[in-house]
């Protein structure tokens, strides 16, 4: 499984845009890349997944490079609410579980 | 849609004890995962069900067993607790065996061991 590597915490103004970095330098062909958001004592939620380019909805961007070994989460203008842990996760094709990592917690400043 | 429900919210157990928890799916979600969450990490993942069938399992001891019913809904055991079983207890549901499918996660259940 594709090891994953992005920052512990971030900081960041209300109203700025927030890019989060995660590296998977050996991510395999069929690998898809995806990003879930945590709250405190909540489940994980799906942000949005991608395999290249750039893929947008209506929460985030998600920018990966031809090389596919890194990839960018870009939530724009950022509330207090988007206070929490961003987890970027690399999963192979087929039946295979999630593997998390520590993530990265986003903390939001008025 | 209610979305992926997991019961009870909170439980405390003591050492040697054993637990049952229990998630209902998403509706029209035929495959259930369960992660532990320690605090300040991230899940973990411990099992996975499809057709009533552990298809998956993590790094984790034959103290932690699960279910699936046929109407989807999963059970997970934990027998002989230990302090360290501490932790936020997460189901996950996804439609269909393909891991590209998004996965739904409950609100997760507390478990606090003493």
């Known amino acids: 499984l594709a090891k994953t590597t992005q920052p512990i915490s971030m900081d960041s103004y209300e109203g700025q845009e927030v890019n989060i970095t995660c590296s998977h330098n050996n991510i395999a062909t069929n690998d898809y890349i995806t990003w879930y958001q945590q709250f405190p004592s909540q489940g994980p939620r799906f942000i949005i997944q991608g395999y290249k380019t750039k893929v947008t909805n209506e929460v985030a961007s998600l920018f990966i490079p031809a090389d596919r070994k890194s990839s960018t989460l870009s939530l724009p203008r950022v509330s207090l609410s988007d206070t929490a842990v961003y987890y970027c996760?690399?999963?192979?094709?087929?039946?295979?579980?999630?593997?998390f990592g520590k993530g990265t917690r986003l903390s939001v400043i008025a | 849609d209610a979305g992926v429900t997991q019961s009870p919210t909170h439980l405390i157990k003591t050492r040697g004890q054993q637990v049952t928890l229990r998630c209902s799916p998403k509706?029209?979600?035929?495959?259930v995962s369960w992660y532990q969450q320690a605090l300040g990490q991230g899940p973990q993942f411990i099992f996975q069900y499809y057709e009533e069938e552990e298809r998956q399992r993590g790094n984790f001891p034959d103290r932690f067993s699960g279910h699936q019913f046929p109407n989807y809904s999963s059970e997970l055991n934990v027998n002989a607790l230990l302090l360290g079983d501490s932790a936020l207890y997460l189901c996950a549901s996804r439609e269909g065996s393909t891991s590209y499918n998004e996965q739904f996660f409950g609100p997760g259940t507390r478990l606090t061991v003493l």
């Open positions: 996760l690399v999963y192979h094709s087929g039946n295979t579980p999630l593997v």
């Open positions: 509706s029209g979600h035929d495959t």
